[in-house]
């Protein structure tokens, strides 16, 4: 195990340090100057100088970077230059939001993902697999805000179902807060479960041109056994990877979300302080999201040498 | 479409006709399929680039009553202003077609010579993987904002996304159709023959690149069709009053009770788009595959 996480730690650590850079560089990209957005329009070159050497913005590119960088591994997540609060209380007064829509849509993505890949690489010809396949590639090929959008058209406005937006949190009112979560988690989950059955799916078929596969069938296995026991089992690495993978995409999605169902979390919020060019606060969401993508991919690997010794041991 | 395609091939120097490469992937455009999706597409450009004839009146004329519901007169109802959604949606694919049409081609061509670029030195093409991996960890709505910060809202930052997004796609793929040429003969006999690296990338390998690129082309299409209607409907990508599919949305979706047709209308034109896109990418991995024998 040791030899496979010293194996994939370099490309993690890189990654995560390319990201660091592109986080820490993108304030600095958009132009503008923060000692004067501090001082105001009518401060005096002075005044902007102090508070220029007060941000240490006097000092060369790199010693800024190991500062931010060093600040950011003990915690201290910078202070929006807008709002003048600590980025880090900004955000945990978001994060209870899309905590919820992004524990409902992980949930929701691997339990559709993996049922409608057991099923797609269950059933092998009729109409229900066609009907299948074609209900797969419908829900690839469109993104959460074209699901979301459908979604409020048809159970919101037309079936009149379940309210379109607002949110209420799931801890305070539960039957409330889900009614109000079922739709933006469903429209995240949807692409993404369709990706993992996708993949699921074509596994399944390789596993079932294996020999134990035909051995099993030989010596009389039950069909479904075959399936639950002999291919399932033997896809599940695939799952699980599968999963990992999308973990990212499924988080970002949430910015877009968010929007459409009017849910004040943390992807609102970046888009807020886009608009409003607090970049202090866009840099760490930014990094937050690639950070957590990385660390959560890794672990799927983790889990999948941990499943499967073959890996660990390439 | 030609002008990555070259005319040559292999160290003999025989000359490989063009209308053989080009011809299966029009022939493609003939099967059911094909002949449906580039037909939607003709169709949607038409309507798109004739906008300003067809509907003289721009995207600003008002009638007299908002929230009409749809009518001949007016087939997908009024907006709160009293604007035929209809037209506003057809002026809005301008935005989405000039993005992809401009922007996924520079894609195709920057990503390949990248993937490719490891012919001439492996270090450089090692690099560029580098790049691709950071790209593919950037979530695609995060990697908009970066470049939205970066550049300011509007169609340069959203046509940007899309090059960006798309770059490592047909890296991906230049680099594995290298990694399998790069060992066979006629490669090897190229390279005794003293042909230049950067010819061997041109001439010898990338013409038996190109099928599954030409394939994601359309693919990467429906991508950057879908990311522009993303972020204008959080309004980091075009900015109204231009009448894009996105912003659309972004103010369809307030009043998505008095005129379902307003958010209705421009999901529908997206779905037109993909699908056509969907179609054409399907028939010309119809046919490569056979032509290939695969």
Redesign the interface.
């Known amino acids: 195990m040791f030899g496979f996480l010293a194996r994939r730690l370099p ?1 993690v650590v ?2 995560l340090l ?2 660091s850079v ?1 986080a820490f560089l ?2 600095r ?2 132009g503008g100057d923060p000692a004067q957005t501090i001082a105001g329009a009518d401060a005096t070159a002075e005044q902007v100088a102090a508070i220029r050497v007060e941000l240490g913005l006097d000092q060369p590119v790199y010693a800024q970077y190991g500062r931010w960088l060093g600040d950011l591994l003990v915690g201290d997540l910078g202070t929006s230059l807008i709002t003048s609060r600590p980025v880090g209380q900004l955000i945990m007064a978001r994060l209870g939001s899309t905590l919820e829509l992004a524990i409902a849509a992980t949930v929701l993505m691997v339990v559709l993902g993996i049922g409608l890949g057991i099923l797609a690489g269950s059933i092998r010809k009729g109409a229900g697999r066609a009907g299948l396949d074609g209900a797969v590639s419908v829900l690839l ?3 959460p ?2 699901t979301g ?2 979604l ?2 048809v159970l ?3 079936f009149n179902l379940l309210p ?1 937006s607002g949110e209420v949190s799931v801890l305070r009112d539960p039957l409330v807060g889900i009614s109000l979560l079922i739709m933006p988690a469903l429209a995240l989950a949807l692409p993404q479960a369709a990706m993992i059955a996708r993949l699921i799916q074509a596994r399944m078929y390789q596993v079932r041109q294996e020999e134990f596969v035909d051995l099993a069938i030989a010596k009389g296995v039950p069909p479904r056994r075959i399936v639950l026991s002999h291919i399932l089992r033997n896809s599940m690495g695939t799952a699980v990877v599968a999963t990992g993978i999308r973990v ?2 499924l ?3 949430a ?2 979300i968010e ?2 169902f009017a849910r004040n979390g943390l992807g609102l919020m ?2 807020d302080a ?2 409003s060019r607090d ?1 202090q606060v ?1 840099q760490i969401v ?1 990094l937050g ?2 950070v957590i ?2 660390l959560v991919h890794l672990l799927s690997e983790i889990l999948l040498a941990a499943l499967d010794p073959r890996i660990r041991l390439q | 479409m030609t002008a990555t395609n070259p005319t040559e091939t292999h160290a003999g120097g025989r000359r490989r006709l063009m209308g053989e490469g080009l011809g299966r992937y029009i022939a493609a455009l003939g099967q059911p399929k094909g002949l449906i999706g580039s037909g939607l597409l003709v169709l949607l450009v038409l309507a798109a680039v004739f906008a300003p004839i067809l509907f003289p009146g721009g995207v600003d004329q008002q009638s007299r009553d908002s929230f009409l519901l749809p009518s001949l007169l007016h087939p997908f109802g009024t907006d709160e202003l009293g604007r035929d959604i209809f037209v506003r949606c057809v002026y809005a694919l301008q935005v989405s077609i000039s993005l992809v049409i401009v922007a996924v081609p520079i894609a195709a061509v920057l990503g390949t010579l990248m993937g490719l670029s490891g012919a001439i030195s492996g270090l450089l093409g090692e690099a560029f993987q ?1 790049v691709f ?2 790209i593919l ?6 990697l908009g ?2 470049i ?3 550049i300011g809202p509007g169609w340069l930052a959203l046509a940007t996304t899309i090059v960006v997004f798309s770059l490592p796609q047909f890296g991906r793929l230049a680099r594995g159709a290298l990694l399998s040429e790069q060992g066979r003969e006629y490669v090897l006999a190229a390279r005794v023959l003293g042909v230049s690296r950067p010819k061997i990338m041109i001439r010898h390998i990338l013409p038996n690149a190109l099928d599954p690129i030409f394939v994601q082309v359309s693919l990467s299409m ?1 991508g950057g069709i ?1 990311i522009e ?2 972020l204008s ?4 990508g075009i900015q109204p009053p231009t009448p894009s599919l996105g912003t659309l ?1 972004n103010v369809g ?1 307030r009043y ?2 008095a005129q ?1 047709m307003y ?2 209308g421009p ?1 529908i034109m ?2 037109l788009l ?1 699908l056509a896109f ?1 179609l054409i990418a399907d028939a010309l991995n119809a046919q490569v595959l056979k032509t290939r024998g695969e």
Do not use: K, Q, W
């Open positions: 490309s890189f990654m390319a990201t592109i993108l304030p990209l958009a090929a469109t993104p805000h074209v959008l459908i409020i058209l919101g406005i037309t379109i990212g995409e988080l970002a999605g910015v877009v929007a459409i970046a888009v886009v608009s970049y866009v930014v999201a690639v993508a990385v | 580098r991996d950071i960890g950037f979530p695609s709505l995060v904002i970066c939205v910060i970066v429906i879908f209607a993303a409907i959080v309004g980091l949305l979706i998505v009770y379902p958010t209705a999901i997206l779905l993909a969907n």
